[in-house]
């Protein structure tokens, strides 16, 4: 499975648009992108997956980049309750490898 | 219920005491998964369960962790004569059978504290 590096910590504020990036150079041609959050004590919680288009739903857009090196999670307009821990995690087969994510701070 | 449901939701257990933490499934979801999470750490595969499937097991640290999922649905995970060590947050998700590249679905865990 192919490693990522995500930054450890971010600020955004409220109402603004959260760009995350994530590099993952190793990807494989098969392995999707999916990001997941993680609010304080609870379980993560699904936002989006990709393998080469960008994709957009309710919560958030992915942008890949053409050599699927990167993705970016954009979450259009953030709110407090969109601080978490983000992670990015390209997967192939059984499992969900999650590293150590970015931690997403929405200032009022 | 519409998500997956653990139980308990915690659990406080003396050192060297065994163990049993439940997860239902969504249903429909053969696909089961289970991971723990140590106080400020990352969320750490334990073992997976497709189907009839022989489970992946990868991921448990030594032989006191066991699981078994009966009639495909229910699942438990077992951990034999606990250690302070053992003390984390044990996650459950289940996913969409047949098809690798969907998302999973994970409950709210269960917070296992050894004593």
């Known amino acids: 499975d192919a490693k990522t590096t995500q930054p450890p910590s971010m600020d955004c504020a409220e109402g603004r648009a959260a760009n995350l990036p994530c590099n993952h150079s190793?990807?494989?041609?098969?392995?999707?992108v999916y990001w997941y959050r993680q609010i304080h004590s609870q379980g993560p919680q699904y936002i989006i997956h990709?393998?080469?288009n960008n994709e957009t739903n309710e919560m958030a857009s992915l942008i890949i980049t053409e050599d699927r090196k990167s993705s970016t999670l954009i979450l259009p307009h953030a709110t407090l309750r969109d601080t978490a821990v983000y992670y990015c995690i390209p997967k192939t087969g059984n499992q969900f490898y999650f590293g150590t994510g970015t931690s997403l701070t929405v200032i009022p | 219920g519409a998500g997956v449901s653990q139980s308990p939701s915690n659990k406080v257990t003396e050192k060297g005491k065994d163990v049993e933490l439940r997860c239902d499934p969504i249903s429909g979801h053969t696909a089961l998964y289970w991971y723990r999470q140590s106080l400020g750490q990352g969320l750490e595969f334990l073992i997976y369960f497709q189907g009839n499937s022989a489970p992946d097991k990868s991921g448990l640290p030594s032989d006191r962790f066991s699981a078994e999922r009966t009639g495909g649905s229910v699942s438990t995970l077992t951990i034999q004569r606990t250690q302070q060590e053992d003390s984390a947050v044990y996650l459950c998700?289940?996913?969409?059978?047949?098809?690798?590249?969907?998302?999973?679905?994970f409950g709210q865990g269960t917070r296992l504290t050894v004593v």
């Open positions: 998700a289940s996913s969409i059978p047949g098809r690798m590249n969907t998302e999973a679905f």
């Open positions: 990709g393998l080469k």
């Open positions: 190793t990807i494989s041609g098969n392995e999707y």
